[in-house]
């Protein structure tokens, strides 16, 4: 049933970059091209909403593990940690994959130690349970995962791991916003995604 899991994920994986060639140039521009025109316009009449779009604009800039308090990654996280620690990773994903910001379909599956998406050649290994969530389709830049810890295990180097291997760029056309990975209790949180999935 895995390897069947893992075939369905790797031709959706290839077809999504055979379907992305054409948004690749498109994607970034739409999502930065928008800011730049809305703001001058916005500046023949009231100069004073220039400022916040502008403050917008460096936080996406400076996010390369730091995220702004309104982004999606901020916000599941929020919602991680407010969950009972007891949850199991599967029931986390899932809670988080059926939040009101996710705007397309997709779902949460188990993972095991090895290979993970996000990661190109690096093998997260180093704990007892996993599970993914994420779109359906490869297009859009978010794979989000919860890492359920042994007693007694290396969190510091678990989390660094994480950190130093995530390829924000792995799907190719599109590329993530912020990276976020934290710690609560025995789980760890980690997520590669837009700062927002509005057009």
């Not at 993972?111 to 007892?128: A, I, K, M, R």
Request: hydrophobic share 40%; with cysteine.
């Amino acid at each position: 049933m895995k390897k069947l899991v893992l075939t369905v994920l790797a031709l959706t994986l290839a077809f999504s970059m055979t379907a992305c060639g054409s948004k690749e140039e498109p994607t970034p521009e739409s999502t930065e091209a928008p800011v730049a025109t809305e703001a001058p316009a916005a500046t023949d009449a009231p100069e004073a909403t220039e400022a916040p779009e502008a403050t917008e604009a460096p936080e996406e800039d400076a996010n390369q593990g730091a995220v702004s308090g309104d982004s999606l990654g901020q916000t599941l996280l929020g919602e991680f940690k407010a969950m009972d620690a007891s949850t199991d990773a599967y029931t986390m994903a899932e809670t988080l994959i059926g939040h009101e910001m996710i705007q397309f379909m997709g779902g949460a599956m188990e993972v095991e130690p090895g290979l993970l998406s996000g990661f190109d050649n690096y093998e997260v290994t180093g704990f007892e349970k996993g599970a993914m969530f994420g779109p359906m389709m490869g297009s859009i830049a978010f794979v989000g995962y919860i890492f359920d810890l042994p007693e007694g295990a290396d969190v510091d180097a678990f989390v660094t791991g994480l950190k130093d291997n995530a390829n924000p760029g792995w799907q190719i056309c599109v590329t993530a916003d912020e990276t976020i990975v934290e710690v609560s209790g025995d789980k760890v949180f980690f997520l590669m995604s837009p700062l927002t999935l509005e057009q």
